[in-house]
């Protein structure tokens, strides 16, 4: 069985919002359906379960690591994870959850290994010339406005900053509440800890991040 194949466009945005990339799937089978599937050994079931999640995975991948040869990677090896550890999935939680875990789990040691040697600037180094990367989320608006276009670019490069100031558990808990819109109940539960210690941790990132963009408020 093949692991996961890479999508055309990592750029596109996944229907629906975050957890409902279940609606991608046939009408045929429900998702528990489908994990069966998979556990007996279905590729097919395999490779439509990757369809349903591949966008929501790759968003989050993006925007905590902020460079797509790094989110394609952790995709590779999530749903590479996903197919060797299928079985031991036991529906005691949401695949959802299941998934997120496998993925923010790969996404911490990347983070952890940054912060051993040194963050990526926001501005990088290309044959064609300095490319900042925070340009890939930017309003389209923005371009039609120079002066808006410039006020985001300052403002990606200093959540940059910000972003590097946070332990990379804050990090994670920062991105899945704030940019994946999920409830603090559920980032527990992706974590392997508590509501309250989920809760605490986005207070510590909230306020470093309000301390470090204070005059863009």
Known sequence: MKAAAEPEAMAQEAPGAPGAAGLRLSPKLDEASLIRAVQR?????????????????????????????????????????VYRSID??????????????????????YLRKRKVRKEEPAVVDTPEGPLDR???????????????????????????????LLTPRERLVFELRHYQGLR??????????????????????????RAELGDFQ
Request: glycine letters at 4%.
């Open 134 to 164: 925070m340009n890939d989320f930017e309003e389209d608006a923005a371009h039609a406005d120079p002066e808006r276009s410039l006020w985001n670019r300052q403002l990606g490069n200093r959540i940059e900053v910000a972003l590097v």
């Open 41 to 81: 050994g279905d590729q097919d079931a395999f490779e439509q379960l990757v369809r349903a999640y591949d966008q929501s995975v790759l968003r989050l991948a993006m925007n905590l690591l902020r460079s797509q040869e790094d989110a394609r990677d952790v995709f590779q090896e999530a749903f590479l994870r």
């Open 88 to 109: 031991a999935f036991r529906f005691d939680c949401s695949f959802h959850t299941w998934l997120y875990r496998i993925v923010t789990n790969i996404c911490l040691d």
């Open 184 to 209: 603090l109940r559920n980032i527990g539960e992706i974590l392997g800890t508590s509501e309250e210690a989920a809760k605490n941790c986005l207070f510590r990132a909230t306020q470093k991040m």
